[in-house]
């Protein structure tokens, strides 16, 4: 609220001398700096403004303003990363300062909204009133004559004030000596002049006027003549930042990007060779001209006259009509899908264009934990109605079913890992013996492929196909009679995408295949929240899974009594707990795990050791649960062992005929009700679902 009352300040009382303007920023009141500047301030202007993070097992750099606010950026680390130095190497001079950001890849993977969200924080900064940015416009024009009953005129690409006291005499020394009487030191000079840029055409026209007839008098051409004016900042109307989307060949026209020639000025304008008669506001690089970003959305989709206006834009940072020449102090940022950009590669003499861009190939979320917070965008945070409007429950399930299933379908074929151990891997979680290294030389591996699209992360479902799959879901009767997005039902709206969606025959196969892998996976999840039902505990498969893990790391110790009680310090709670170790569980565990002879379950404890101390020291909550093949080793031992007077629990929950039975069941669905987050519906569905062999391997 404060910020807002300062900018309202701001509006009603503006400084509209240019002298005070200029005295301001030498103050540090006020800034002066180009939109590369501004930005690189933006990122890594704050404090803690940089992490450092491991991905896929290098080391990279995260910052935090794009991981703030509501619906923030999530993953995109190296993409990210790219932008960023992009940025702060324009900021320095650098050659990307002549160059735009181009990101290419699949639909669906957040290129449109890594820019929109780009444009919002970078709105949301300048509206600071100690970010404001300011531009000019000449007043009293009636005086000059010529100009009809035009009376004001603002800078058409909203030109700094600074930038006119750079070019307010037609000698740098002349300008130079003006800005030292208004208290300049020689570095501020120094440094003004090293973001110096030449007035618009229109612009340096009129102010050669009102040199002539005011006969060089500096105070009559600053106080009657021009007025300071804060640029507006407007979504909607393009101004600071502004998009351009691809339109078909026969509506665009290069007039959308530079502006015309305007009758309705002509009218007005005796001389017919003012610069003013061409509107450039008509086109959208001019309202984003004063230190703005240019969204170029689908850039090569654009015809061929398009894109030569694009390349000299790019090129030479200014707008050219018949000869006349305006600045730009603008960020072109771009996208492109792959299919238009390899189109786009095939006609080789666009080439010049694609020499000016910085590349960056977007690739898709590889973490399924990262996924699994959009796939909760794409589920919705604000509560579900059914059709007759009446509540509509989510399964706790249903978020990992999802955010596993498509991001299994961007794992790409490997001889070395198997998708899940691709999938874990990406996600810093353990993956049997694999280690990260060899996710390491696998995406090494890929990435060196001169077909972008199958270097890793870059194909797969996008998160357009995991909406539609939403979408599917909440339509099925199942879900509306029901009242809940029961999650075994998400992967039949998958393939459903997946058949009606996908083109490619051999994507599809894969597609399908992935989606039976998530299944299996979805199985091995359902069976961990069964069996915390039947322990009527939310954690029970945790605790069990950990005494495996420090039984394991105990039964060698030297302290270990003929008890065989183990007494050791909780890393997460720092308290001494004592331990019995049951060497009978421990087997049966290992024997689930498919482990035979001593030499490989010593192998498979070793490993437990290694994984529990390199893990333990960063992530004292760690608690093995992301190693699937030992959760359901520790399931199976205590679903089998635990269930007295049946078979099974399977069986215990199939046949209610006696009264005991029925007791456990109905337990059961208490606990997952009122413990576990399920509603009555997917309890019911989900203890079902146990009960049968589906998706069993």
Known sequence: MPALLSMALITQKPIT????????????????????????RLIL??????????????????????????????????????????????????????????????????????????????????????????????????????YGKITEIESQTFEDPMVLMMNLFEGKDQNQAFLAQLGAKDAQIDNFYKSYRPLGACTDFILSEIRD?????????????????????????????????????????????????????????????????FDLRRGALARVAGGGIHFADEVFKNKKDLIQVYLGVIQNRSIEIEGFK??????????????????????????????????????????????????NFAIGTQEKTTFSGEHLHIDPNLNYALSVAVTLSRMPPSDKLTPIEMMKLAAGEVAGEKSIKALTEVINELNTEPDVTKRFGQKGLGHRNLGRAVQILLELSETQEGKCMYAGDIFK??????????????????????????????????????FNAYMDEPDAIQRDVLNYVNMVIGIDAKNLGANRIWTYKDPQTGKVVPLKIDETFIDSVEERLGLKNREQKQSYRTTIA????????????????????????????????????????????????????????????????????????????????????????
């Open 17 to 40: 001398l240019a002298t005070e303007h200029a005295k301001a920023v030498l103050a540090g009141e006020r800034r002066f700096e180009n939109a590369f500047q501004s930005l690189s």
């Open 45 to 146: 202007g704050g404090e803690d403004s940089i992490r450092k993070t491991s991905v896929n097992g290098l080391a990279t750099y995260d910052f935090r303003v794009f991981r703030e606010g509501k619906k923030h950026m999530i993953g995109m680390y190296d993409e990210i990363n790219s932008f960023v130095s992009f940025v702060k190497d324009a900021a320095e001079g650098g050659s990307s300062a002549e160059m735009a950001f181009v990101l290419i890849g699949e639909p669906g993977n957040g290129k449109t909204f890594f820019v929109d969200f780009l444009n919002a924080l970078y709105r949301n900064y300048i509206s600071l009133p100690e970010n404001r940015r300011y531009s000019f416009k000449f007043k009293n024009l009636d005086k000059l004559g010529g």
């Open 213 to 277: 007839y005011t006969q060089g008098n500096t105070e009559l051409i600053l106080n009657d003549f021009i007025e300071i004016f804060t640029v507006p900042i407007s979504e909607s109307r393009g101004t600071l930042t502004g998009k351009y989307a691809a339109k078909d060949k026969i509506t665009s026209s290069a007039v959308d990007l530079l502006g015309e020639e305007s009758i309705s000025r002509l009218l007005h304008i005796t001389n017919t060779n003012n610069p003013y008669r």
């Open 326 to 375: 305006w600045p730009l102090d603008t960020l072109i940022v771009a996208t492109s899908n792959n299919a238009e950009f390899g189109k786009f590669l095939e006609e080789k003499e666009q080439a010049p264009i694609v020499d000016r861009c910085r590349l960056c190939y977007m690739s898709h979320n590889t973490n399924y934990r990262h996924q699994e917070k959009l796939s």
């Open 493 to 530: 709206a998958l393939e459903s995408v997946i058949l009606d969606y996908i083109r490619d025959a051999s994507d599809q196969a894969k597609y399908l295949k992935d989606v039976k892998i998530a299944r299996g996976l979805h199985r091995k999840n359902v069976m961990t929240a069964i």
């Open 610 to 697: 290694k994984i529990y101390g390199q893990k333990i020291l960063q992530e004292p909550h760690y608690d093995f649960m992301d190693n699937n093949e030992l959760v359901k080793a520790v399931t199976d031992v205590r679903l089998k062992s635990d269930v007295a007077g049946a078979g099974s629990l399977v069986g215990a929950l199939s046949n209610r005929t006696n009264e005991e039975n029925q007791k456990l069941y109905n337990r059961m669905l208490d606990t997952m009700e009122h413990k576990l987050g399920y509603c009555r519906t997917c309890a019911l569905k989900t203890i079902e679902y146990f009960c049968t062999q589906d998706d069993a391997n």
